[in-house]
């Protein structure tokens, strides 16, 4: 089937992969920090300005990668990940 | 030979701090430190109480609740981080305070919150050996006596306490095999560094801290909060099942889990990794917080008083923390 299909519609599929699974990323961390409304995370959004942000949601990060991607971020990675699509490109690279 | 843990009596000391201290302390709501601790109250020592006060009126409390145990006991192992002195051993001025026999055995063991399952272990193997009969083992921790008055987290989470505990030939119960772990390169994740032999305090520390309790001259805790999660995030669903692979027991016959009651979030976390159902699952945090090597031994207290722990129960003991280590074992109560 692939064979049939141009570069571009496969890059499109991969990317299409790329966001339901950020976006599964997304809807994790939207349910763990209790008082964040469910649709105001994206891609872009910078992890630290999140509102309401502390030492706790880190935390809550880090238990929340290990539980669904069964990653163990390091402290290193969590102060690199800016953005959640950061974040998410960490457990992509760590998964492979 | 079976060995079992036959009694159990703690103290908790008077000076509550609540979070409402802390809400004026730290400009928080009272909720939003319940919500990030998962702590409504934790007692602290008065400036006259040490590590070894608590854990003397724990033991003169069992003592005359069962004074025919005073006779048998020919070993105690006394657990903290805050020894009375360099030398003599704190457990030999226990002896005398608690008047002991003098064929008694006694040990002081700095082992924090893997501490417990260490002393249960330690009192096992004399008993095995025929080298005691009797143990009293106390443990007692005084966290409060090294945190500095600005740092929230640790004075949110903390609390002081003593325990006694009495280990001996069993005649129903019994303890089981141990698995122990350690990863020194976690050592400054966790540590009080200053104050002991290495990093003595000089004046210039005892005037940086003058407006700090005693000084601060026992040191003062540093805990890299985001490192301990992940150690016990990595360690103890491992030491979970090498526990139960130990003793040759599954998952589904442990009637009851008691971790360390390092924090809220730890216990939480490591309840959802490793899959523990809420029934089985004992907590007692919120009233005393983390209170190092005495939280294991009181979650048993209030699991049996509240009928979450029956005797003949297969409980999981599962201890973590400062160097790291890491302990685990299974009595049947």
Redesign the interface.
Same mark, same amino acid.
Not at chain 1, 72 to 75: A, E, K, N, P, S
Not at chain 2, 224 to 227: R, T, V
């Given at each position: 089937m692939w064979d049939i299909l141009g570069q571009e519609q496969l890059s499109n599929i991969k990317f299409v992969n790329l966001i339901m699974d950020i976006q599964e990323l997304i809807t994790h961390i939207e349910n763990e920090f209790?008082e964040l409304p469910n649709g105001v995370l994206y891609p872009e959004t910078s992890i630290r300005e999140i509102e309401g942000w502390?030492?706790?949601h880190?935390? #809550?990060l #880090?238990?929340l990668v290990?539980?669904h991607y069964d990653v163990?971020?390091?402290?290193e990675e969590?102060k690199n990940a800016l953005t959640v699509q950061d974040l998410f490109s960490i457990i992509v690279n760590r998964k492979s | 030979m079976n060995i079992e843990l036959t009694h159990i009596e703690y103290f908790l000391p008077e000076i509550e701090l609540t979070n409402s201290h802390l809400a004026e302390r730290f400009e928080k709501t009272e909720e939003e430190i319940y *919500?990030?601790t998962g702590v409504l109250s934790r007692r602290i020592r008065s400036e006259s109480q040490i590590g070894s006060d608590l854990g003397l009126y724990a033991a003169e409390r069992l003592l005359s609740n069962f004074p025919e145990l005073k006779k048998k006991i020919d070993l105690l192992i006394f657990c903290t981080e805050g020894l009375d002195y360099k030398a003599p051993t704190t457990a030999s001025t226990l002896h005398f305070k608690l008047g002991l026999e003098q064929n008694c055995a006694c040990i002081d063991m700095p082992m924090g919150c893997a501490g417990f399952v260490y002393g249960l272990s330690l009192a096992k193997s004399f008993i095995l050996s025929e080298n005691a009969t009797c143990v009293l083992f106390i443990t007692a921790d005084i966290p409060s006596s090294v945190i500095h008055s600005d740092d929230f987290?640790m004075r949110a989470i903390f609390g002081d306490a003593g325990v006694a505990t009495i280990i001996e030939k069993s005649v129903r119960g019994k303890i089981g095999r141990f698995v122990y772990g350690t990863d020194g390169a976690g050592a400054e994740n966790l540590i009080v560094s200053d104050g002991s032999t290495r990093k003595p305090i000089d004046e210039n520390w005892l005037i940086k801290y003058s407006n700090e309790t005693d000084s601060l001259a026992h040191g003062r805790m540093h805990m890299?909060?985001?490192?301990i999660? =992940?150690f016990s995030?990595?360690k103890v669903p491992i030491l979970l099942e090498n526990v139960l692979h130990k003793n040759e027991l599954s998952f589904e016959q442990i009637d009851l889990f008691v971790f360390h009651q390092a924090s809220d979030?730890i216990l939480k976390?490591l309840k =959802? *990794?490793c899959k523990i159902p809420d029934d089985k699952f004992y907590t007692y945090f919120e009233n005393i917080g983390n209170t190092v090597s005495c939280s294991i031994p009181i979650a048993l207290y209030h699991a049996e008083q509240e009928g979450k722990l029956k005797r003949g129960d297969k409980v999981m003991l599962l201890g973590f923390g400062v160097g790291y280590s890491w302990a685990g074992t299974i009595i049947e109560y």
């Open positions: 209790d502390s030492s706790m880190a935390l #809550i #880090i238990a290990d539980n163990l971020l390091t402290g969590l | *919500k990030s987290e890299n909060g985001l490192e999660a =992940r995030l990595q979030f976390a =959802r *990794k």
